[in-house]
């Protein structure tokens, strides 16, 4: 109870401080408002002021300058013509010529008594004319607005002057006169668009011109009117006391008028040469807008400011109140999310443990086989390639875990390089025929409407992308399931330097689920359920291959059904990289294709056509058989027939044994297939078949493939290419490691190449130095040793002066396999990159390019 009455007092007193604050704080932002406006609208009248002074001032030496010139050129009238001539009549006329030359429209002179005896133009006469004639007869300049003969206003400029009258008066002064629109255009008084507006006035309030706009004629009406009647008592209501005063005493004036229900700032300065007083108006209409706006978001920044600050005040005492609460939130939260990455990091471990332990299993298990059974050359053979593939699996599980962490820390890069499609595709080929093959799955490629084979791209990250995904299809379609690979090509909208190609694919598998094919592309995300837990992975490929797809600035997409397949499209625009020209023609032979794939046929006949070659098609092998019988019979044989390996009839061995019974061996017939050529070779032979030609059909394949039938330099050439004797050729190895060391003389002495051993980078910089030009034939270089890095001997060869040192092939062979470091390598003046493990095809590939 106690604790209760202490808690209301405290909430009481709270709740009070907390509307004190909230009036005090509306009564002294209302105040600053109000003090500010008042502040604000006192600095602009005060700017306005100045502003006005100084237009003012600018008008006043405006109208000095040009009353200056005009008496000038009166003054040079008189200098010119003497008032001592005797001949009057000569004076008069060189007068007037003397103001037609100036541009006057007016000559006059004036007598002492005020009368004015015209020389030039209309007669004319000030409207005030008592002080003009005094001003002449003390000698001084003055200008006046005066009339002429038919009522037109003139501004009239008079200087002392003594030349005879015809009426026998006395002559004071010379008056030259021009229309007085010349001085209200030279001061530009009736400019539109001017953000003040100007009159001249007399002391007396009376206009000498005046603007267009009458808001304040009526009053300079009451000064007017006050100076004619001396009382004053009608302006004590308007303000102009002080105005009338400023006018009396000829000196400078400033006030703000309310005219209208506005505010106007007027500023009023005596003309030189004159009696004249120039007023100038700035209506603040403009002004006001502005003003008023300023001070409607003054007062709402001011109550937008008050609330921010009670909202401030209110979210405080709310905060004191369930900060407990918060923190007990926050530690909720907190221990939930340790929870989850606990359970993800769990559960990442649990399926790396399971995939890992996996091929380590069989690795150990099948070393442990092979070594009780060390004398059974078929059993070891058998372990040892189980060891191989287990061995694979393993570097791919590794390899994706370490490409996910470069993703995920953003260090993964793409390096370019000009790459052949076609050697792409053919290399994907035979990487995938082994798991294709353990699966007895049918597998397929097509190639469609491919005119450029090189372009610039990561050919690495390439390869992993159309690994990544043939392998899941491979892995995801049970045995028998067809997995389907095509390449078509399009063009690109980034210009003709570019190409578009697109890339499917499909099988006809397990499919995904809808749910997970929202996730497909998430770390460690795998389709979960009994359908795939035989199989083997992290869960990152996908991951990996929509990471690069879009470093490559492409796109990909993916449909698929459960229980009937998966489609992935892959879309990307690649430079076009210049290509050495072929002139790829070959003979017109008739040549018959022959395969169950409509579309392979067509885009085969197609490409067959672009070579010069007339193709027929068909899908079966009896219409084939049909085919070459009919053609034989009319006596125009095919020149070369192609032949699919599988077909659904009859497959293309079958067909071959059919026509070589029926036509016999003059027609040469090649099997084309993505299946590996050594595995029924023999019995190709056997069958009637004359060579092979792998898929995918490119252009240059199909050129290549038929040129050595051409007859010939061609074939010759071709076939002294296949074969490259490594017998006596030296090898220079930088390797620190001694096991991998064996292990690689191993492997190349099997060739009967020699194989020479440098601990590391100096060694090998020191052997390559002293041993005599074109000693050794290649150099294969590790890249981290100690000493001398692999990257630093690299350098130093190519830097030495012998002739071979930039010409002899060095090939990184090292464990950093990423993008940078196949770049890194080549910069350095390396031929290529082989990745360790090694692999003995990449490793001999290599040696024959550059042997």
């Given at each position: 109870m106690s604790s209760r009455q202490h808690k209301n007092p405290t909430t009481h007193f709270l709740l009070c401080s907390f509307i004190g604050l909230l009036l005090f704080s509306v009564v002294v932002f209302s105040l600053l408002g109000v003090y500010m406006n008042r502040k604000s609208r006192k600095t602009i009248y005060e700017v306005g002021e100045i502003y006005m002074a100084g237009m003012n001032e600018q008008m006043s030496r405006h109208f000095e300058n040009v009353i200056k010139l005009r008496f000038a050129q009166v003054e040079g009238i008189t200098s010119v013509v003497s008032a001592e001539n005797s001949d009057r009549e000569s004076q008069y006329e060189e007068l007037v010529y003397r103001a037609q030359v100036r541009g006057f429209d007016y000559l006059a002179i004036c007598s002492k008594e005020g009368n004015f005896e015209t020389l030039y133009g209309e007669s004319i006469q000030p409207i005030n004319p008592s002080p003009f004639v005094e001003a002449l007869q003390q000698g001084e300049q003055r200008v006046a607005v005066g009339v002429d003969a038919v009522g037109n206003e003139v501004v009239l400029f008079g200087v002392e002057a003594?030349?005879?009258?015809?009426?026998?008066?006395?002559?004071?002064?010379?008056?030259?006169?021009?229309?007085?629109?010349?001085?209200?255009?030279?001061?530009?008084?009736?400019?539109?668009?001017?953000?003040?507006?100007?009159?001249?006035?007399?002391?007396?309030g009376s206009f000498v011109i005046r603007d267009s706009n009458t808001e304040l004629w009526e009053y300079f009406n009451l000064l007017q009117m006050q100076h004619n009647s001396a009382a004053n008592q009608s302006l004590s209501d308007t303000g102009l006391e002080g105005f009338a005063d400023a006018l009396k005493g000829n000196q400078k004036y400033s006030a703000i008028l309310k005219v209208n229900g506005g505010d106007r700032q007027i500023y009023g300065m005596p003309l030189p040469y004159s009696e004249w007083y120039l007023v100038g108006v700035m209506p603040y209409g403009v002004l006001d807008e502005t003003i008023n706006s300023l001070s409607d978001q003054r007062i709402l920044i001011t109550l937008l400011s008050c609330v921010s600050v009670l909202l401030l005040l209110t979210l405080i005492f709310l905060r004191y109140f369930s900060m407990t609460r918060m923190q007990m939130q926050e530690l909720g939260k907190a221990r939930q999310a340790?929870?989850?990455?606990?359970?993800?990091?769990?559960?990442?471990?649990?399926?790396?443990?399971?995939?890992?332990?996996?091929p380590m299993n069989a690795i150990v298990g099948m070393t442990a086989i092979a070594t009780a059974h060390i004398n059974d050359r078929e059993q070891v053979k058998n372990c040892l390639r189980k060891i191989t593939l287990s061995s694979k699996h393993l570097l791919g599980l590794i390899n994706d875990v370490l490409d996910m962490s470069k993703i995920e820390s953003g260090n993964l890069t793409l390096t370019t390089e000009q790459i052949s499609l076609r050697e792409v595709t053919e290399g994907i080929v035979s990487i995938m025929q082994p798991q294709v093959k353990a699966k007895a799955q049918y597998f397929d490629v097509h190639i469609e409407n491919i005119l450029t084979e090189n372009v610039w791209c990561d050919g690495v990250?390439?390869?992993?992308?159309?690994?990544?995904?043939?392998?899941?299809?491979?892995?995801?379609?049970?045995?028998?399931?067809?997995?389907?690979?095509?390449?078509?090509?399009?063009?690109?909208?980034?210009?003709?330097?570019?190409?578009?190609?697109?890339?499917?694919?499909?099988?006809?598998?397990?499919?995904?689920?809808?749910?997970?094919?929202?996730?497909?592309?998430?770390?460690?995300?795998?389709?979960?359920?009994?359908?795939?837990?035989?199989?083997?992975?992290?869960?990152?490929g996908m991951a990996i291959t929509k990471y690069i797809v879009d470093a490559m600035e492409g796109t990909i997409d993916v449909q698929s059904t459960p229980g009937k397949g998966t489609e992935f499209h892959i879309v990307v625009d690649f430079e076009k990289a210049a290509a050495i020209e072929v002139d790829m023609v070959l003979p017109p032979w008739n040549m018959l294709v022959v395969d169950d794939d409509e579309l392979l046929c067509k885009t085969a006949a197609g490409a067959l056509r672009s070579i010069g070659i007339r193709a027929e098609w068909t899908l079966s092998g009896e219409k084939a058989v049909e085919l070459a019988n009919y053609r034989h019979k009319k006596r125009d044989d095919y020149q070369i027939i192609l032949l699919d390996w599988k077909l659904p009839d009859m497959n293309g061995l079958q067909v071959a044994r059919e026509?070589?019974?029926?036509?016999?061996?003059?027609?040469?017939?090649?099997?084309?297939?993505?299946?590996?050529?050594?595995?029924?070779?023999?019995?190709?032979?056997?069958?009637?078949?004359?060579?092979?030609?792998?898929k995918p059909l490119f252009k240059s394949t199909l050129f290549y493939g038929l040129r050595p039938y051409m007859g010939g330099e061609a074939?010759?050439?071709?076939?002294?290419?296949?074969?490259?004797?490594?017998?006596e050729r030296r090898i220079l190895l930088a390797e620190d490691n001694e096991l991998n060391w064996e292990i690689t003389r191993e492997l190349l002495s099997d060739l009967g190449a020699k194989l020479e051993w440098a601990e590391d980078g100096q060694i090998c910089l020191k052997k390559f130095r002293d041993s005599p030009t074109g000693y050794y034939d290649v150099i294969l270089m590790d890249i981290r040793m100690p000493n001398m890095t692999g990257y630093e001997a690299a350098k130093a060869i190519r830097g030495l002066e012998r002739p071979d040192s930039s010409t002899v092939p060095i090939l990184a062979m090292t464990a950093d396999a990423f993008s940078e470091d196949i770049q890194q390598c080549l910069e350095c003046g390396m031929n290529a990159h082989i990745a360790k493990p090694i692999d003995v095809k990449d490793l001999i590939r290599l040696l024959k390019k550059y042997l």
């Open positions: 003594d030349y005879p009258m015809k009426n026998g008066e006395e002559c004071i002064g010379l008056t030259a006169a021009v229309p007085l629109d010349y001085i209200t255009e030279f001061l530009s008084l009736e400019d539109e668009g001017q953000l003040t507006y100007y009159h001249i006035i007399r002391p007396d340790a929870i989850e990455a606990s359970k993800a990091k769990s559960e990442f471990l649990a399926n790396m443990s399971h995939d890992i332990r996996t990250r390439l390869n992993q992308v159309l690994l990544n995904l043939l392998s899941n299809a491979t892995k995801y379609t049970p045995e028998g399931g067809s997995i389907q690979l095509s390449l078509s090509e399009e063009k690109s909208p980034k210009g003709e330097n570019f190409v578009r190609i697109h890339i499917n694919v499909k099988d006809n598998g397990i499919g995904m689920t809808t749910e997970f094919l929202k996730k497909i592309y998430e770390s460690y995300s795998r389709a979960d359920g009994s359908r795939v837990h035989k199989t083997e992975g992290a869960g990152l026509i070589r019974h029926n036509l016999g061996s003059e027609i040469p017939i090649l099997l084309i297939s993505a299946y590996d050529w050594g595995e029924f070779e023999a019995e190709a032979r056997d069958a009637g078949i004359s060579g092979f030609i792998s074939a010759k050439d071709l076939v002294s290419e296949k074969n490259i004797n490594m017998s």
